[in-house]
């Protein structure tokens, strides 16, 4: 198990903010990486994958101050914010592909 997510994580629901900057630091570089490979050059064009890792991290933070989110095994915290960027990811695309904005048209 990854002891060093769950402490971290385990920290942050009580309020340590050093926590926050610990998790950010720890996954940012490559979940940018991630963002990068999984957005196209077009939708590159309109999106920097740092701000979908920043709106992972919103989204993140919030729901795991609620308790929202259990790590339990080694690699379970990667997993989840993968998971996130890809949605992300995906939902900037729908959005960017709607009629007016389609990305297509330029």
């Given at each position: 198990?990854?002891?060093?997510?769950?402490q971290?994580?385990?920290?942050y629901?009580?309020?340590?903010?050093?926590?926050?900057?610990?998790?950010f630091?720890r996954?940012?570089?490559?979940?940018?990486?991630l963002?990068?490979?999984?957005?196209?050059?077009?939708l590159?064009?309109?999106?920097?994958?740092?701000?979908?890792?920043?709106?992972?991290?919103?989204s993140f933070?919030?729901?795991?101050?609620?308790?929202?989110?259990?790590i339990?095994?080694s690699?379970?915290l990667?997993?989840?914010l993968?998971?996130?960027?890809?949605n992300?990811?995906?939902?900037?695309?729908?959005h960017h592909?709607?009629?007016k904005?389609?990305?297509?048209k330029?």
């Amino acid at each position: 198990m990854d002891e060093q997510s769950v402490q971290l994580l385990e920290r942050y629901r009580e309020g340590d903010s050093q926590a926050a900057t610990e998790l950010f630091s720890r996954y940012m570089q490559r979940l940018i990486a991630l963002a990068a490979r999984h957005t196209s050059e077009k939708l590159q064009r309109r999106i920097d994958p740092e701000d979908v890792v920043q709106s992972v991290y919103r989204s993140f933070f919030r729901n795991a101050r609620d308790g929202r989110y259990e790590i339990n095994k080694s690699g379970d915290l990667w997993r989840l914010l993968s998971a996130i960027t890809i949605n992300k990811i995906h939902g900037q695309a729908k959005h960017h592909s709607q009629q007016k904005r389609a990305l297509d048209k330029e």
